[in-house]
């Protein structure tokens, strides 16, 4: 603390985590160290898989790639920390590492949301106007996509960090979570909190409510279409829309409740934000690529492509 103008100034805040409990704290450690790694991992493959094989060089694969790399993103900006911080004693953030918490938070969950609109609308256009696909799907609508998601998460995101700025903090600094985020730190603040619950409503509760209704509604048009159909690819189709509308509820559904009712429990945003920050992450890649022939085949010639190269080194420097 230092005092300026007869106020306190918080100059770190420190995180209570997940557990007080020594042995929970180990268990988290390495459950979370393995899920960080294999998100690390698995998302990496999906984007080398897709850059690497033509036949993937696609609207749809190109939207997932770069999901992948937001997902990689979002898993990335707090959870290092918080793994490292199992380990410490005393698990401290100051308060521009915390302000920089907020802002690359809402600027991936900012940047996903628009991005899966983005899948959804494909997925519509493929599935109930396929003769129009390749003239409406283009690869300018695809990168237009991707710029745009990144735009608006930024613009979200600077808002968010705006009004963080603009809190006054008097002195409690104990953050009941393991990451900053505006529900837990406007807790702190010197000014009326019920105020501060309207903004956030206002801002992101109300912007995702909104998205997941309009996916929602999209998702159900699809389904009904698919519904009239009985073919092969018809039965691909529905399993690509459900696997995409998985993603989509695992990921709004706790941004809607934590953003929504700011004034919740904390034990139930914590376990919320451990859902949407490092289990979602990893379940992505695992609904597409488990469920997907295309990627499947693609990672068997990849790995077959790898094999016989290292196999064939070996004798050239013979």
Same mark, same amino acid.
């Given at each position: 603390m ?8 918080v ?13 929970l704290?180990?268990?988290?450690f390495?459950v979370?160290?393995?899920?960080y790694v294999?998100t690390?991992?698995?998302n990496?493959?999906?984007?080398l898989i897709?850059i690497s ?6 609207a749809m694969?190109f939207?997932l790639?770069?999901l992948?790399?937001?997902?990689m993103?979002?898993a990335?900006?707090?959870t ?5 911080d199992?380990l410490?004693?005393?698990k401290?953030i ?5 302000i920089?918490?907020i802002f690359?938070l809402?600027l991936?969950?900012g940047?996903?949301?628009?991005l899966l609109?983005?899948m959804s ?6 599935? !109930?106007?396929? +003769?129009?696909?390749? *003239?409406? $799907?283009?690869?300018q #609508?695809? &990168?237009?996509?991707?710029?745009s998601?990144?735009?608006?998460g930024t613009m979200?995101s600077m ?12 002195g409690?600094?104990?953050?009941d979570s393991?990451?900053?985020?505006l529900p837990v ?8 909190t019920?105020v501060?619950?309207?903004?956030m409503i206002?801002t992101s509760?109300?912007i995702a409510?909104? !998205?997941f209704? +309009?996916?929602f509604n *999209?998702y $159900?048009i699809v389904? #009904?279409t &698919?519904?009239?159909h ?7 189709a529905?399993?690509?829309c459900?696997?995409?509308?998985i993603?989509?509820f695992?990921?709004f ?11 919740n429990s904390f034990?139930?945003?914590k ?6 920050t490092?289990f979602t ?8 690529t488990?469920r997907?022939?295309?990627?499947n085949s693609a990672?068997r010639k990849?790995?077959s ?10 004798s050239?420097?013979?």
């Amino acid at each position: 603390m230092m005092n300026v103008a007869n106020k306190s100034i918080v100059t770190e805040f420190v995180l209570l985590g997940l557990s007080n409990s020594w042995e929970l704290q180990i268990f988290f450690f390495i459950v979370f160290s393995l899920f960080y790694v294999a998100t690390m991992v698995s998302n990496s493959m999906i984007v080398l898989i897709v850059i690497s094989d033509s036949h993937l060089h696609s609207a749809m694969y190109f939207l997932l790639t770069n999901l992948s790399i937001i997902d990689m993103s979002l898993a990335s900006f707090a959870t290092p920390k918080m793994i490292i911080d199992y380990l410490t004693d005393h698990k401290t953030i100051s308060f521009d590492g915390c302000i920089a918490q907020i802002f690359f938070l809402h600027l991936f969950t900012g940047t996903e949301i628009i991005l899966l609109m983005a899948m959804s609308f494909d997925r519509y256009i493929a599935i !109930c106007k396929p +003769l129009r696909y390749a *003239s409406i $799907i283009s690869p300018q #609508v695809c &990168i237009a996509f991707v710029v745009s998601s990144w735009i608006v998460g930024t613009m979200h995101s600077m808002s968010q960090v705006i009004f963080a700025l603009t809190l006054p903090f008097c002195g409690p600094n104990k953050i009941d979570s393991f990451f900053c985020d505006l529900p837990v730190v406007f807790q702190l603040s010197c000014v009326d909190t019920y105020v501060l619950g309207l903004f956030m409503i206002s801002t992101s509760g109300i912007i995702a409510l909104s !998205c997941f209704i +309009l996916l929602f509604n *999209s998702y $159900i048009i699809v389904l #009904v279409t &698919i519904k009239h159909h009985s073919s092969k690819g018809s039965s691909k189709a529905l399993s690509t829309c459900t696997a995409h509308f998985i993603v989509v509820f695992m990921f709004f559904g706790p941004c809607i409740f934590i953003y929504m009712w700011p004034q919740n429990s904390f034990v139930i945003e914590k376990i919320l934000s451990v859902f949407y920050t490092i289990f979602t992450p990893i379940m992505n890649p695992v609904i597409y690529t488990l469920r997907n022939h295309e990627v499947n085949s693609a990672m068997r010639k990849l790995r077959s492509k790898f094999l016989n190269f290292s196999t064939e080194t070996p004798s050239r420097s013979l």
